[in-house]
């Protein structure tokens, strides 16, 4: 029998290991102290975003085609082969294989984690509560995200061999928890067929989806767009913080505060829940707003507060749109499309780097 309480427990207990990655976390860091130079760390990041782009889409037909879970197993795979090849690595073509398995790693998991959610819920009757869910999980990967940013430091101290291998840890502890997840059908997905077939259907049911739900892309669209400020400024706040009279020894904490604003966000969406999601929508704007303006500050204090508020109403409204949107995808192509938010979230990304680059200099 099919037991909702114990699944979505297993999602809990896996973002909680999944967040707390001080390798990962700290990559940059330890490449540095590892003797690579800037130019080639920007090549190996360059690397990861293009095979992370590449696959987002791919990913989420494979996970509708083949299982939900299968692909939750494929992605703490590609986790721990990433963090292993960080280990063994001497040059920097090794390293840029690790970054791809790691993209790899997230796509696997970005929209599988919450496609099989949503329809886990669904078959036990309870899809009204994504919402609370998809709060409550956002919250835990904010704060394992910030906890392991926090680690940086630790990381740096025990080097990039011990620092991997607690990630690989995690991720080992993390697999054992996706082989206790359920697969589940809410609806009738591509199983029959050759797979070529199958693949074909998919891809046709999400196009097919995506031209005559005008309303969802521009729902996508809307959503990037606004979640590329408060993701933007937080990044260049790494340099503007130091450059306007933070101390080192304080620049972890701040940007731990900021990255607390979304757990505080996804988690505060659930007292606005009733609510029509344009009011919540026009709030959240003004919010990230606010944040931004208060961001181009010359105090360092005022910028962080700045970061806090915009990853606050990112969040909010990331969760409050990603339960809309699943509420309205097929289950069929769930994952497909969940993938193909990520993707225009990309898109987004690289127009806005630059603008938001220009703006906060």
């Known amino acids: 029998m099919f037991n909702i309480k114990k699944q979505i427990r297993n999602f809990y207990v896996i973002s909680t290991l999944s967040s707390f990655q001080i390798a990962g976390a700290s990559w940059v860091a330890l490449l540095a102290a590892r003797g690579f130079s800037l130019a080639e760390i920007g090549i190996a990041e360059g690397v990861f975003h293009m095979a992370s782009l590449l696959f987002e889409i791919p990913s989420g037909v494979i996970s509708d085609v083949f299982g939900r879970k299968k692909c939750m197993i494929l992605s703490q795979f590609m986790f721990i082969i990433s963090a292993l090849l960080m280990i063994l690595s001497k040059g920097l073509p090794g390293i840029c294989v690790s970054l791809v398995a790691s993209a790899f790693g997230y796509n696997f998991a970005s929209g599988t984690r919450e496609a099989l ?107 990037a767009f606004c979640g590329s400020i408060p993701v933007l400024t937080a990044f260049f706040l790494q340099a503007r913080l130091t450059e306007n009279g933070l101390s080192a020894v304080w620049l972890g904490p701040g940007l731990f505060a900021i990255t607390l604003g979304g757990a505080v966000g996804a988690k505060a969406v659930t007292m606005v829940a009733k609510w029509d999601y344009r009011k919540v929508a026009v709030i959240c704007v003004l919010g990230i707003a606010g944040g931004l303006v208060l961001s181009l500050h010359a105090a360092p204090l005022v910028m962080i507060l700045g970061g806090f508020i915009g990853n606050l109403f990112d969040d909010m409204l990331q969760v409050r749109t990603d339960a809309l949107l699943n509420e309205r995808f097929p289950s069929a192509q769930r994952a497909t499309l969940i993938s193909t938010s990520s993707l225009t979230f990309s898109l987004i990304m690289i127009l806005m780097s630059p603008l938001m680059g220009w703006l906060l200099s």
Do not use: P, W
Not at 152 to 157: C, F, P, R, T, W
Not at 170 to 190: D, I, P
Not at 195 to 200: D, H, I, K, N
């Open 117 to 223: 959610a949503y329809d886990s819920l669904k078959v036990a009757g309870q899809e009204e509560k994504y919402l609370a869910y998809s709060s409550m999980e956002y919250s835990i990967y904010r704060i394992g995200s910030a906890c392991a940013t926090l680690c940086a430091g630790l990381a740096l101290y025990l080097g990039y061999r011990r620092a991997n291998l607690i990630d690989m840890l995690m991720g080992s502890l993390c697999l054992l928890f996706c082989f206790r997840l359920k697969e589940v059908e809410a609806e009738q997905r591509q199983f029959d067929g050759t797979l070529g077939q199958r693949l074909l259907r998919c891809f046709r049911g999400s196009f097919h989806f995506l031209t005559h739900n005008g309303s969802s892309l521009a729902l996508m669209l809307f959503n």
